[in-house]
């Protein structure tokens, strides 16, 4: 039994089609607007989060504040951008801005 085959595809450690290892888990994306975008390379993105209260069972909104990595310094403050859950790079730092999917008017 040289190699293990799962019901999609290799178990093993091999790399897929597209040339990169295929994740356990899928990474998490998110959608949120920048709040801040002062740092450089670093952008503050407040992601809303809508829960049901568990006893009143009434919606209740939590905002998380996510620090995000932006290589090219694109997003402004305002901007409705996607994020994506990357790798640490930086003490606050694990997510990257993916797309900006609308400018601050």
Known sequence: MADAQ???GPV???QGASGQEARP???KVR?????????DKTA???VVE?????????????????????EGNE??????????????LSKLKHWRIVEVLERAK
């Open 6 to 8: 799962g019901p999609s």
């Open 12 to 14: 093993s450690g091999e």
């Open 44 to 46: 503050v993105v407040a």
């Open 31 to 39: 959608e949120g607007v920048v709040v801040s975008s002062a740092m």
């Open 50 to 70: 809508r829960v049901r209260h568990r006893r009143y069972t009434k919606t209740v909104q939590r905002t998380k504040r996510i620090h995000a990595h932006d």
């Open 25 to 27: 888990n899928p990474r």
């Open 75 to 88: 997003s402004r403050v305002g901007d409705r951008v996607r994020i994506s859950e990357t790798r640490p």
